[in-house]
């Protein structure tokens, strides 16, 4: 499965958007892009997964560019329990995932 | 309804120890995963059950480790002669369609396992 690469941090406020970036510059045709959370002591939870349009769901959206070395993930509205390390992961047959540090989100009130 | 649960929910125990830990997938899930994570590291896959087989067992760090799922159900890793360097969170997961790349892992709290 191919690389991605994410800042290790970011920070938000309460009630504003974020927007979580993720490069895959060696992405392949096949490779769908997924998105998983863990917040904290817990195990990781999906949020969303996409392969070349757009998606969106009750917990986020997920922005990908054309060339789809790139993509975003969007939580429309932060809140106090979106804190968490957010993990962009390329998956192109089943079977594991391979996570990379993710970014750790905190959330200010 | 019911999602995945691990015991224990904690394990601590002796250097050169025997251990097992238990998953219980969600019903109905043929696939199941097995991660370690460790500190400040995000989960490191070990092995991937399709059924009773074993698909996948390509991350298991050594041959101290070993993992079984007689019935296609429940799940045991089995650690012998425990290291501290075994001291992690054992995460496991399952989902339903497994082959496909869109299928959806659903995660379980974890074991923390801890080696004196």
């Known amino acids: 499965d191919a690389k991605t690469t994410q800042p290790n941090s970011m920070e938000s406020n309460e009630e504003e958007p974020v927007h979580l970036p993720c490069n895959h510059s060696t992405i392949s045709g096949t490779d769908y892009i997924h998105w998983y959370r863990q917040l904290p002591s817990q195990g990781p939870e999906y949020v969303i997964h996409?392969?070349?349009s757009n998606v969106n769901n009750r917990m986020a959206s997920l922005a990908i560019a054309e060339d789809r070395k790139s993509s975003t993930l969007i939580l429309h509205r932060a809140t106090l329990r979106d804190a968490a390390v957010y993990y962009c992961?390329?998956?192109?047959?089943?079977?594991?995932?391979?996570f990379g540090q993710g970014t750790e989100l905190s959330v200010k009130p | 309804g019911a999602g995945v649960s691990q015991t224990p929910s904690n394990k601590v125990t002796e250097k050169g120890k025997y251990v097992e830990l238990r998953c219980d997938p969600i019903?109905?899930?043929?696939?199941l995963y097995w991660y370690r994570q460790s500190l400040g590291q995000g989960p490191e896959f070990l092995i991937y059950?399709?059924?009773?087989?074993?698909?996948?067992d390509s991350g298991l760090p050594n041959d101290r480790f070993f993992a079984v799922r007689p019935e296609g159900s429940v799940s045991t890793l089995k650690i012998q002669r425990t290291e501290r360097g075994d001291s992690a969170v054992y995460l496991c997961?399952?989902?339903?369609?497994?082959?496909?790349?869109?299928?959806?892992?659903?995660f379980g709290p974890g074991t923390r396992l801890t080696v004196l």
């Open positions: 992961i390329l998956k192109n047959q089943g079977g594991k995932l391979i």
């Open positions: 997961a399952s989902s339903l369609l497994a082959g496909y790349s869109t299928d959806t892992q659903y």
């Open positions: 996409g392969l070349t």
């Open positions: 019903s109905g899930h043929t696939a």
């Open positions: 059950f399709q059924g009773t087989g074993a698909a996948d």
